[in-house]
């Protein structure tokens, strides 16, 4: 499974929308090392994820704190709570192979957070920062 990022994901912060481009890809990289059942890849695939992701997050953080962005504490438990998905499932891949389903459901659990925080919480960034802009 493939997903692409499109104009309907863009926030309207051109930084922005050029990380959730390459965060899609390395959830893309996921996939394929998960439809492989290669526990090496999934390994790497989801400790660069991990890691992108804790970097994406503290971008879009300090663009909220700039901005002013009213829900930043509310956006950022959101970001909390994810990094700990990720971080834990880390943990356990250390420890021994993810089985298929289990790699099966990190990869829908990760393709449906991430597209529902772009349309819904990160859209809300642009939306300050857009109205600031042109106030
Ligand atoms: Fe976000």
């Given amino acids: 499974m493939r997903v692409e990022w ?4 863009s926030v309207g912060i051109g930084i922005i929308d050029d990380q959730h481009r390459k965060l899609i890809e390395r959830v ?8 492989r059942m290669d526990s090496r890849e999934i390994e790497n695939t989801i400790n660069y994820l991990t890691g992108y992701v804790i970097q994406h997050f503290g971008a879009e953080e300090l663009i909220m704190i700039r901005n ?4 930043f504490k509310e956006h950022r438990d959101e970001h909390s709570w994810f990094v700990k998905q990720v971080y834990d ?22 393709v449906r957070w991430i597209f529902r925080h772009i349309r819904v919480t990160d859209r809300a960034i642009g939306d300050t920062v857009n109205q600031e802009a042109f106030a």
């Fill in 6 to 9: 499109d104009e309907s994901l």
């Fill in 28 to 35: 893309n990289a996921f996939s394929e090392a998960t439809e």
């Fill in 68 to 71: 002013g962005h009213p829900a």
């Fill in 89 to 110: 499932v880390g943990r356990v891949i250390a420890a021994r192979p993810m089985t298929r389903a289990e790699a099966t459901a990190l990869r829908d659990m990760l």
